[in-house]
């Protein structure tokens, strides 16, 4: 497992942008993928976007697709998540994620289940 401390939440107008930022405790290249997951309240913990280290092939949910973009730096052992033309729907609890563990299988990087390290959210507020 690695520790996962994300930043750069904030409340922000209907069209804007945001990028936040989770900064690893390991090199992110030891976990294997990096993810975005949401939660808005009452609801379940949603996937944004993963970004999987080896060949950087990237994942999004179709709600975020072609507006939110996730990049990974090694030598900060830092990920972000680019957030353009925001929504009053994009509000929530946004959760970095890695997966660090190898699985005898394919994982489904859109499941909450195949991470082992989460950190402890940012709050993003869109208002319309």
């Known amino acids: 497992q690695v520790q996962l401390v994300e930043s750069g939440g904030g409340l922000v107008q209907a069209g804007g942008s945001l990028r936040l930022s989770c900064a690893a405790s390991a090199p992110t290249f030891t976990s294997h993928v990096m993810g975005w997951f949401r939660q808005a309240p009452g609801k379940e913990r949603d996937f944004v976007a993963a970004?999987?280290?080896?060949?950087?092939?990237?994942y999004y949910a179709d709600s975020v697709k072609g507006r939110f973009t996730i990049s990974g730096d090694n030598a900060k052992n830092t990920v972000y998540l680019q957030m353009n033309s925001l929504k009053p729907e994009d509000t929530a609890v946004y959760y970095c994620?890695?997966?660090?563990?190898?699985?005898?299988?394919?994982?489904?990087?859109?499941?909450?289940?195949?991470?082992?390290?989460w950190g402890q959210g940012t709050q993003v507020t869109v208002s319309s």
């Open positions: 994620s890695a997966l660090t563990q190898l699985k005898l299988y394919t994982p489904n990087y859109y499941s909450v289940r195949e991470y082992d390290s």
């Open positions: 970004m999987r280290w080896r060949g950087g092939v990237t």
